[in-house]
């Protein structure tokens, strides 16, 4: 399956952005997504995860209460909604998929073999 992330911008702390992941390719609903992020400098780190049926979702501490991820398989879209936007959370986000990625490794990057380009989100203070 191919990824495509899309959503990303500038927004002031406070602020909502909607992310996008666009698949292509294989049965889509037949994978879990998960979204990473990487700020400069620094190594890329878990965001959040959804499972195939969308009844089982999964979040980093850091962005949990404020941060939602859904999916619609008969589109073969991921979405994460982030809202009270902090500046910390700037980084270039990613989603990744895997099709037989078991639970205990959802929050591993080396757990996806899918991987969108990645796209581009700044918040300021």
């Known amino acids: 399956v191919q990824l495509q992330a899309c959503g990303g911008g500038l927004v002031q702390a406070g602020g909502s952005l909607r992310l996008s992941c666009a698949a292509s390719g294989s049965t889509f609903s037949n994978y879990v997504v998960g979204w990473f992020r990487q700020a400069p400098g620094k190594g890329r780190e878990f965001v959040a995860a959804i499972r195939w049926n969308s009844r089982h979702t999964y979040y980093a501490d850091s962005v949990k209460g404020r941060f939602t991820t859904a999916r619609d398989n008969a589109n073969k879209s991921v979405y994460l909604q982030m809202n009270s936007l902090k500046p910390e959370d700037s980084a270039v986000y990613y989603c990744?998929?895997?099709?037989?990625?078991?639970?205990?490794?959802?929050?591993?990057?080396?757990?996806?073999?899918?991987w969108g380009q990645g796209t581009l989100v700044t918040v300021s203070s």
């Open positions: 990744a998929a895997s099709r037989t990625i078991i639970v205990s490794s959802y929050t591993n990057e080396n757990g996806y073999a899918n």
